[in-house]
T-cell receptor
Framework: AQSVTQLGSHVSVSEGALVLLRCNYS??????LFWYVQYPNQGLQLLLK??????LVKGINGFEAEFKKSETSFHLTKPSAHMSDAAEYFC????????????FGDGTTLTVKP | GAVVSQHPSRVICKSGTSVKIECRSL??????MFWYRQFPKKSLMLMAT?????????EQGVEKDKFLINHASLTLSTLTVTSAHPEDSSFYIC????????????FGPGTRLTVT
C-alpha cells in the first residue's frame, strides 16, 4: 500500500521568499514520486518527478525536490517565490507494480503575498 | 507533446439525465486512462482505471452502473454519469498514461459538472 502526507494544507510566503512544501510518502517498493501544480478550474501540470538516479530533481518554473529515502520525504522547494506560483500543489507516489496508478496527497495551497 | 483534452469543459444538466465526458490523448497512444473526481478544496479521488478494449477497473465504493466507462480506442475514453443527481456535481479529471512511459500520467483540463 502507498500513501502520501503533505504537511501543511496552507502555506503563505512573501514574494521573493523561499518556498518549501513538504511531502512524506509510504511505499513498500521503490517509489516514483511526483509534484503537480493545479490552477483554479484546471487539470494538473507536472512540475517534476523522481524515478531513479539523481535524488535532486529539477523541474519547471524553478522548482526542485530532493528524494530522501532515509526520511521518506520528497519536499518541494523554490528559492524565490513569484506571484504566479500561487496555486494548489499535489505530491503523488506510484510504482511499477500497481498498474501505474498514483496516490495523491491532500494538497497544499500556496499563497504568495506581495 | 503529451496533450490530453477533455470535452466538455463545463456542463450543466438536470437531475435524472445522463451526461458523457470525453477524454482524448491528442498526440500519443494511451492503453490506460484514469478517471478522477475532485471535490472543492480536496485531493483527487481515483474512480476507475480505463483500459482500451476491456472493462474498466473501478475503485472500491464507486458505482460502476452509475459511472459508465468506455475505452474504445487508444486515444479516447468516455465517462458517462447516468441518472445524475446533485451530489454528482463535481470536477472530473482524466489522465492518460503513455504506452512508452509507464509511470507518467498526463492530465486533462477537467470537466465541471453541475447537476440541477
Amino acid at each position: 500500500a502507498q500513501s502520501v502526507t503533505q504537511l501543511g494544507s496552507h502555506v503563505s510566503v512573501s514574494e521573493g521568499a523561499l518556498v518549501l512544501l513538504r511531502c512524506n510518502y509510504s511505499s513498500s517498493v521503490p517509489p516514483y514520486l511526483f509534484w503537480y501544480v493545479q490552477y483554479p478550474n484546471q487539470g494538473l501540470q507536472l512540475l517534476l518527478k523522481y524515478t531513479t538516479g539523481a535524488t535532486l530533481v529539477k523541474g519547471i518554473n524553478g522548482f526542485e525536490a530532493e528524494f530522501k529515502k532515509s526520511e521518506t520525504s520528497f519536499h518541494l522547494t523554490k528559492p524565490s517565490a513569484h506571484m504566479s506560483d500561487a496555486a494548489e500543489y499535489f505530491c503523488a507516489v506510484s510504482d511499477n507494480t500497481n498498474a501505474g496508478k498514483s496516490t495523491f496527497g491532500d494538497g497544499t495551497t500556496l499563497t504568495v503575498k506581495p | 507533446g503529451a496533450v490530453v483534452s477533455q470535452h466538455p469543459s463545463r456542463v450543466i444538466c438536470k437531475s435524472g439525465t445522463s451526461v458523457k465526458i470525453e477524454c482524448r490523448s491528442l498526440d500519443f497512444q494511451a492503453t490506460t486512462m484514469f478517471w478522477y473526481r475532485q471535490f472543492p478544496k480536496k485531493s483527487l479521488m481515483l474512480m476507475a482505471t480505463s483500459n482500451e478494449g476491456s472493462k474498466a477497473t473501478y475503485e472500491q465504493g464507486v458505482e460502476k452502473d452509475k459511472f459508465l466507462i468506455n475505452h474504445a480506442s487508444l486515444t479516447l475514453s468516455t465517462l458517462t454519469v447516468t441518472s445524475a443527481h446533485p451530489e454528482d456535481s463535481s470536477f472530473y479529471i482524466c489522465s492518460a498514461r503513455s504506452d512508452r512511459v509507464f509511470h507518467e500520467q498526463y492530465f486533462g483540463p477537467g470537466t465541471r459538472l453541475t447537476v440541477t
